[in-house]
Every structure is written in structure tokens, then in C-alpha cells.
């Protein structure tokens, strides 16, 4: 029956993350899942109400969990709905991240008063955020690198604030009571409001009342316009221009030229009044109306909302789909070196592709949504690379067949996943390309080149922490299994090597095209020619017979130590044409992995007797 086990595991596994693809189940009478397929166009990009809900939430709170006063939970879009609608609720959602206890004190909040001790609502704070605006303004002619815990905390809660405040806007005047009957008496007193002010300008009798109300009903539409950030009214059918997506406020303002208020607006209103009155029927009625006439309008915006809608819904690198499977398969691996290794390795293998199948899957969605090569940034290089990584470790496991390109294979991609995951609290991971980013060839060349760079040199260093941890903690490193583990980093380093090389030449072209300069020793530069020098020496160093085997795996071990300077530390130096800015959380993890890297050095260097695995045997030093 064991012979079974693999084939039973590849079809559950293939079951369940099928299952993951099924419409999310509604927990409310309002069909929330129509209400998030609207698409609006953020930051340059369409994307569906849903996405909106799930970036903002993150970034404004750490994560995606949102508790009610009442003590329920309710999914972003939920949330969102009541920012938009109902904002005197969600005012009292404790949903603000602030981790430092001066920005408490000056904000006079204690962390009994927040959702564990560190989340707090915008009715908590509004007493105090005259001064956090103030105390944030003095910050900002202070460079990044020197500001203290306390003023990065503060320009940080200042930007959710304000990110919260834009949302709260796009839709509605937040204090409005009922923001329909409001645009509906405008409606109807637009014409007489209009030949006003007509009059006004000619110098005739006019209506002082109706030009008063007209000027006030213009200064809210410009608040509105000024602070929302959802571009909520598409343009006219046919018209695919991005740019031609309209604030609410701009919409609105825009009456006074035509003379009517604009329909998707007072749809949101109705949208708005109906959320707020708590009738599921008619607001799920005026979201289906919101489909009909978008997909007659706008039918390629129409469906990216949807594919991106199940994209978010299906998390593909989330935990419950590729991270699981990543774990899984890294454990079951492990087990086949005490138990079962035919049964488990095979196992181990198909659980490792199913989570590679899912991945690809995940990375070829988003780069039909964006339009784009699959590495754009540095959410989506931590995707890259993890993918490079286990491509390569399914190809050692179909030749080698010892559970190490599964275990590896496994660690790598759950790794970065997790990586990829605190990379994308910063906002939303498809943004908009930076304008000498801005080069669909460039990235599918230089960028991809590069990013299979640094997933070869990844799993080189993996596979030699393999070699170490086998060898001195555990029995099962026999000499066969150390000769296979040596002869694929040595075959890895050397793809390595190619790859860095050329992905850094191709940069070299890049550069000279869009700076003028092929080569400016800029610190993202240096550390690219690092990892292709490092290479060169692991490789001399074997062919001039300076190491051996254990010599090797301790050189392949620094390799992860320049590989991730290479792609993080760079970037946190805040210097230089690469650099995105520094990070305290990825420095602190940063120095947490080399730190644990040199560890792994260190433990190779007990003597040759002292390794559990060969004190019977003689391993080539």
C-alpha cells in the first residue's frame, strides 16, 4: 500500500488547492464579492474595489484581520464599505498600527486602550492629530537615515492617517448624513443655481441664495476632488484611456458644465445610502447595475477586476496554498531521510510541485495584470527568486532522487514567500513602473537574468547548509549523499556564475541607455560584481585544489551572505540609483541571517572526527 502514498498525496493536494479557486462564501446578505469586483483606478492602475480593501487594510494595520467594537471579524472589503459609506463606524475600528510609546504619549493613548496594546482607532486619536501633523512636518527635513524610532513612527502613523482620510473621501462628504438626498436636491436645483450665476457674471439681478448654495456644494466637490484617492468614474464607452478616470468630487464638479450630476456618482450615493440603511437589496441591485454598465463601458477593466478579484480571493502565495505546500514538502523530505525514503521522497516531490505549479500559476496572473515581465519590483523579485530557486531543486530531484531538492526546494520557496509577504505591507505590489524602470525588455532581460542569478547562488548556499547541518548534528550524511550534495553546488555555482555575469553586462547596457554611463560603481553595481567575483573564487579555489568538499560548502555558505547584501542591503543603504529606501525591519532581519550564516561557518570548522556522520569514514577534508 505505501507505494500508493505519493499518488493519494498528489491528489488531495491537487483537490484542495482546486477548491481554493471556488467563489468566497458570503457571510452577509450584501454581496460583498460583486462589490469588490468594481474596478477603480489607484496610483495609475485599474484594480478592483477588493484589492483596494486588502492594500489599505495592510498597510494601515500590519495585517488583514479587522476586529469590530462588537468583538466580530469582517473581511477588508467589508471594511472598506463602511469607510466609504459609513465612516462613523469605522472611525471606531482599531485598525492604526503604532508601536512606539512616545507616539502613544503624544498621541495620550496607553496600550490597554488599544487591540493588543498596539492598534487604535481614528476616534481615539482625533484629539490629538493637529499635533501628530505637526510633529510629522518637523521630521521631514530630516533624512531618513537619521531619524530617530520616534520620528519614523511618527511620519508613519501620519501616513496612514492621511492614507485613511483619502479613502474616507472618495466616495461621499464624510460628514454628510445622507450624501443621496444631499446630490438629488442638487440635482434639482442645479438649472436655477446655474442661470444664477450666469446672471451674477453679467452684472443682472440674481438669486443670492442660489448662487450661495452653488459656491458651497463647489467647495465640498473640491474637497472631495483634492483629498480622495479612488478615481471611481470610468470615462465614456469606449475610451480606454487610464487617465481619463475621475475622482467622485471631479465628477461632480463637473456638473456645472453639464448641467446634471454625472450617474456613476449618484450611484455611489445610492450605493452609500443603501449601506448605510442596511438594505442588502437594493444595494446588491445598484452593484449589478454597476457591472451592466461597466461591462458595456469598460469590458477589459470589467475583466482584470474579476481575474484579480479570484487571484486575491485564492491567495497563491499566501498560507493556505503555496506556503503550506512549501512546508509540507520540506517535512516530508526530512521524515524520508528516518522512514519510508522511497514513499516520502516521492511524496516530498509532488508536494514541492504542486506548490512550484502554484506559484507559476500566481506569477503568470500578476503579469497579465500588470502587462509586465515578472519581476518588477522587490515584492516580485522575492517571488523570482523563489521560483528560480525550486525550478532548479525539481531538477536536482528528478536526477539525484534523495529528498534534498525537495527539502531545499521547500525551505527556499516558503522563504521568500514569507519575505514577499512583509514586502507587501508597503502598499499595493503592482504598482506603477518608475519611468526609467519604465522598459518591458529591460525587465525581461536584465532583471529576470539577474533574479536567476540570485536564485542559483540560493540554493548553492542552501544545499551547502544541508551538507553542514547532515553532517555535524545527524547520522544520515553518508559519504555517497556528501558526494551528490558536493557535485550540485559545484554544478549550481557554476549556472550561478553565468547568470550573475550576464544579467550584470546586461545592466552595464542598461545603464549606458538610460544614464549615459555603463559602469558608476553605484552600490546595487558593487554588489552585483561582488556576487560574480565570490563566484570566481569558490571556483578557483576548487579547481586550484585550495578546498575540498568541506571547504567548498563553507565558501557556498558566504555566498548567501553576498547574495543578500546584494539584493536587500544594497537597497537599505539609502544611497545610489538603486536604492528603495531603508528599511528597519528587513535591516534587523538582514543582520539576523548573516549572523545565522556565519553560525553555519563556524559549525563546519568542528574537526573532521567531531562530525557525527563520518566517524567511522574518511571525508575528503
Known amino acids: 500500500m505505501k507505494k500508493f502514498i505519493p499518488l493519494f498525496v498528489l491528489i488531495l493536494g491537487a483537490l484542495y488547492l482546486a477548491s481554493t479557486l471556488r467563489e468566497p462564501r458570503q457571510k452577509t446578505e450584501f454581496n460583498l464579492n460583486d462589490f469588490g469586483r468594481v474596478p477603480v483606478l489607484v496610483n495609475g492602475r485599474i484594480k478592483p474595489l477588493d484589492t483596494v480593501a486588502r492594500t489599505s487594510i495592510l498597510a494601515i494595520r500590519g495585517n488583514q484581520t479587522i476586529k469590530t467594537p462588537d468583538g466580530s471579524y469582517i473581511p477588508p472589503i467589508q471594511w472598506l464599505g463602511d469607510v466609504l459609506f459609513h465612516p462613523t463606524r469605522a472611525d471606531t475600528y482599531k485598525i492604526f498600527l503604532i508601536e512606539n510609546h512616545e507616539v502613544l504619549d503624544l498621541l495620550n493613548l496607553t496600550t490597554d486602550q488599544g487591540d493588543g496594546g498596539k492598534r487604535f482607532s481614528y476616534e481615539q486619536m482625533r484629539p490629538r492629530l493637529p499635533e501628530l501633523d505637526r510633529q510629522a512636518r518637523l521630521v521631514e527635513n530630516v533624512e531618513q537615515q537619521l531619524r530617530t524610532p520616534f520620528q519614523k513612527q511618527v511620519g508613519a502613523v501620519r501616513n496612514r492617517v492621511i492614507q485613511y482620510l483619502m479613502l474616507k473621501t472618495s466616495a461621499q462628504m464624510p460628514d454628510s448624513p445622507n450624501f443621496l438626498a444631499e446630490l438629488m436636491q442638487f440635482d434639482k436645483a442645479l438649472p436655477a443655481g446655474l442661470a444664477a450665476m450666469a446672471a451674477k457674471s453679467r452684472g443682472e439681478e440674481f438669486?443670492?441664495?442660489?448662487?450661495?448654495?452653488?459656491?458651497?456644494?463647489?467647495?465640498?466637490?473640491?474637497?472631495?476632488?483634492?483629498?480622495?484617492?479612488?478615481?471611481?468614474?470610468?470615462?465614456?464607452?469606449?475610451?480606454?484611456?487610464?487617465?481619463?478616470?475621475?475622482?467622485?468630487?471631479?465628477?461632480?464638479?463637473?456638473?456645472?458644465?453639464?448641467?446634471?450630476?454625472?450617474?456613476?456618482?449618484?450611484?455611489?450615493?445610492?450605493?452609500?445610502?443603501?449601506?448605510?440603511?442596511?438594505?442588502?437589496?437594493?444595494?446588491?441591485?445598484?452593484?449589478?447595475?454597476?457591472?451592466?454598465?461597466?461591462?458595456?463601458?469598460?469590458?477589459?477593466?470589467?475583466?482584470?477586476?474579476?481575474?484579480?478579484?479570484?487571484?486575491?480571493?485564492?491567495?497563491?502565495?499566501?498560507?493556505?496554498?503555496?506556503?503550506?505546500?512549501?512546508?509540507?514538502?520540506?517535512?516530508?523530505?526530512?521524515?524520508?531521510?528516518?522512514?519510508?525514503?522511497?514513499?516520502?521522497?516521492?511524496?516530498?516531490?509532488?508536494?514541492?510541485?504542486?506548490?512550484?505549479?502554484?506559484?507559476?500559476?500566481?506569477?503568470?496572473?500578476?503579469?497579465?495584470?500588470?502587462?509586465?515581465?515578472?519581476?518588477?519590483?522587490?515584492?516580485?523579485?522575492?517571488?523570482?527568486?523563489?521560483?528560480?530557486?525550486?525550478?532548479?531543486?525539481?531538477?536536482?530531484?528528478?536526477?539525484?532522487?534523495?529528498?534534498?531538492?525537495?527539502?531545499?526546494?521547500?525551505?527556499?520557496?516558503?522563504?521568500?514567500?514569507?519575505?514577499?509577504?512583509?514586502?507587501?505591507?508597503?502598499?499595493?505590489?503592482?504598482?506603477?513602473?518608475?519611468?526609467v524602470l519604465d522598459s518591458n525588455f529591460w525587465l525581461a532581460t536584465h532583471v529576470v537574468v539577474i533574479t536567476i542569478g540570485y536564485s542559483a547562488m540560493f540554493l548553492a548556499g542552501f544545499l551547502a547548509l544541508v551538507y553542514i547541518g547532515r553532517g555535524v548534528l545527524t547520522k544520515s550524511l553518508d559519504q555517497s549523499t556528501a558526494d551528490s550534495l558536493y557535485r550540485m553546488t559545484y554544478g549550481i555555482t557554476c549556472f550561478a556564475t553565468l547568470f550573475s555575469l550576464t544579467g550584470t553586462v546586461l545592466g552595464g547596457i542598461w545603464a549606458d541607455q538610460s544614464w549615459g554611463r555603463f559602469w558608476g560603481w553605484d552600490p546595487k553595481e558593487n554588489g552585483a560584481l561582488m556576487i560574480v567575483l565570490w563566484c570566481a573564487v569558490m571556483l578557483h579555489a576548487r579547481w586550484g585544489g585550495m578546498v575540498k568538499q568541506r571547504g567548498f560548502m563553507m565558501m557556498a555558505v558566504f555566498g548567501n551572505i553576498v547574495t543578500s547584501w546584494s539584493w536587500f542591503g544594497t537597497n537599505m543603504l539609502g544611497v545610489g540609483l538603486h536604492s528603495y529606501g531603508f528599511m528597519d525591519a528587513a535591516f534587523y532581519a538582514l543582520v539576523s541571517f548573516v549572523a545565522s550564516q556565519l553560525a553555519f561557518m563556524a559549525l563546519a570548522l568542528v574537526p573532521l572526527n567531531k562530525w557525527r556522520s563520518f566517524r567511522d569514514t574518511k571525508l575528503p577534508a
Request: with cysteine.
Open 207 to 435: 438669486d443670492n441664495a442660489a448662487t450661495s448654495a452653488m459656491r458651497e456644494m463647489a467647495d465640498r466637490f473640491t474637497y472631495m476632488e483634492q483629498f480622495g484617492n479612488l478615481r471611481t468614474i470610468p470615462p465614456e464607452a469606449g475610451d480606454t484611456d487610464p487617465s481619463h478616470w475621475r475622482t467622485t468630487g471631479g465628477a461632480l464638479m463637473e456638473s456645472f458644465a453639464t448641467g446634471r450630476v454625472n450617474p456613476t456618482a449618484m450611484g455611489y450615493a445610492a450605493l452609500g445610502y443603501a449601506w448605510r440603511q442596511g438594505d442588502a437589496k437594493q444595494f446588491n441591485q445598484i452593484t449589478q447595475l454597476f457591472h451592466e454598465q461597466l461591462e458595456q463601458r469598460y469590458p477589459e477593466a470589467m475583466r482584470k477586476s474579476d481575474v484579480e478579484f479570484r487571484f486575491n480571493a485564492a491567495e497563491p502565495f499566501g498560507g493556505r496554498s503555496g506556503m503550506m505546500f512549501y512546508v509540507l514538502a520540506s517535512l516530508v523530505g526530512l521524515f524520508s531521510w528516518l522512514v519510508w525514503p522511497q514513499t516520502l521522497q516521492r511524496s516530498a516531490f509532488w508536494l514541492l510541485l504542486l506548490a512550484f505549479i502554484v506559484t507559476t500559476v500566481g506569477i503568470a496572473t500578476r503579469m497579465w495584470l500588470e502587462g509586465r515581465p515578472p519581476v518588477t519590483n522587490l515584492y516580485s523579485s522575492a517571488l523570482g527568486v523563489g521560483w528560480g530557486a525550486v525550478f532548479l531543486c525539481i531538477i536536482l530531484e528528478r536526477f539525484f532522487k534523495n529528498a534534498v531538492g525537495s527539502v531545499v526546494g521547500g525551505v527556499i520557496g516558503f522563504a521568500t514567500l514569507i519575505i514577499a509577504h512583509h514586502l507587501s505591507k508597503e502598499g499595493d505590489t503592482m504598482e506603477m513602473m518608475r519611468a
